[in-house]
């Protein structure tokens, strides 16, 4: 594996350093797909917990439920949703997305915006510091 990771490096190639999977305290996320204002995300959420309640300044998103149950809170609204369903998230509303269920929830992110970074985050509660 460490081979084909430095051929990969050699030949400047993103999947030499970048991780398909990452991991948080809350679940897991995967970049599909992206452009220059644009990017799909596959979150996985853990049974019982949450992402931060968090806004962003230079992107919306919308969430489109694939599996199971979630609470989603927008800008103090708490709404659940099944699988099918569907929100969005405007550019600089307070959100949360929870999984209140015994089963992971699987949800489809399509972010836009002027910039999609991981650092646009601005995390207002957050329970694992």
Avoid: C
């Avoid at 350093?17 to 799909?40: A, H, L």
């Avoid at 917990?49 to 927008?74: C, D, F, P």
């Avoid at 103090?76 to 099918?84: D, E, P, R, V």
């Avoid at 959100?95 to 970074?117: F, T």
């Amino acid at each position: 594996m460490q081979r084909i990771v430095q051929l990969l490096n050699q030949k400047n190639l993103s999947e030499g350093k970048d991780n398909f999977k990452n991991y948080r305290p809350w679940g897991s996320f995967v970049s599909i797909e992206k452009g220059s204002s644009w990017q799909v995300k596959k979150l996985e959420i853990k049974p019982k917990a949450s992402i931060s309640l968090q806004m962003h300044y230079k992107r919306s998103e919308h969430w489109i439920i694939v599996n199971g149950t979630a609470k989603v809170e927008i800008d103090g609204k708490i709404s659940i949703l099944n699988a099918n369903e569907s929100t969005y998230i405007p550019l600089g509303y307070k959100h949360r997305l929870s999984n209140q269920g015994d089963e992971p929830l699987i949800i489809i992110e399509v972010q836009s915006g002027s910039y999609l970074g991981e650092d646009d985050i601005i995390r207002i509660e957050d329970d694992y510091g």
